[in-house]
DNA sequence: CAAACCTTGACACAGCTGTGGTAAGGTTGT
DNA sequence: ACAACCTTACCACAGCTGTGTCAAGGTTTG
């Protein structure tokens, strides 16, 4: 049979049995169950599961952002409520406030990366 | 005029000072400046935050999640590496797991009312 | 049947979020 | 010039996020 069960699906995927529950439980990805319960894991989830990796740490983002993206493309409510919200800059429309989040996001890096420094002082020779 | 400074803002919008500044950092509204620096909100910037605060309160979402879909519609690479992700259930294409965030969003709701409850023991009676 | 899995549930902990303060120092209006 | 604003930059604090670990109990397999 090709499913396999969370520690193995852990071990080609680069996350930790507890992650896979937990993105289970953010409703990212819901993996079949066996009679006894058993989670298990084919190949598509495997796929999704280094997609999604990959698609966090390349662009720094949390699973909850992608489980705040899941509910907006399936509540079409929520989804034109945010539309519109952005779409309401009734006046000044050539407004451009694109710098802010950025300077922020990069704080928030550095934050981290110091963080981590203080635990672990290596990564700063690999960087 | 009719610009605001950033208490009066407050006072017809609903926020504080300190949360309308917040806002601004997190990149979701860059009021005007005077000359000496000063926050100055038009009617279009007052009637954006109180549609904010509205988006937020009904569909219980956060600061950071509006962020985030300002985030997802500026950067358009991030956007089709999220559509693809989803897009790519390969196999069981008929998979809907909608249930999951559903019950997570109920436990976080539950549990913030438990803490307020703790220190504010009215709420109880006018919920 | 015993080792080696799996399941859910709980405790723990550092960093981020959302808020409120306070301080030091400019600006404005009377 | 003085009160009453405003600005940025910090401290604080409860709750959420992302992780790890451990316990009590069911399942699989040799």
Redesign the pocket.
């Known amino acids: 049979m090709d499913a396999?069960?969370?520690?193995?699906?852990a071990e080609t995927t680069g996350?930790?049995?507890?992650?896979l529950?937990?993105i289970e439980r953010?409703g990212l990805l819901e993996?079949a169950?066996?009679?006894?319960?058993?989670?298990l894991y084919g190949p598509a989830e495997l796929q999704r599961l280094r997609t999604l990796r990959e698609l966090?740490s390349t662009h720094d983002i949390?699973?909850?952002?992608i489980?705040f993206a899941l509910r907006l493309r399936r509540d079409v409510e929520l989804h034109d409520a945010v539309e519109a919200w952005f779409e309401e800059k009734v006046s000044r429309p050539d407004d451009v406030p694109a710098a802010n989040w950025l300077r922020?996001e990069q704080e928030?890096?550095q934050?981290?990366l110091?963080?981590?420094a203080?635990?672990n002082p290596t990564v700063l020779e690999t960087a």
């Open positions: 396999l069960t969370i520690h193995e699906a996350w930790s049995p507890r992650m529950r937990y953010a993996p169950r066996s009679d006894a319960g058993y989670r966090l949390g699973l909850t952002d489980g922020w928030k890096h934050r981290l110091r963080a981590v203080l635990q």
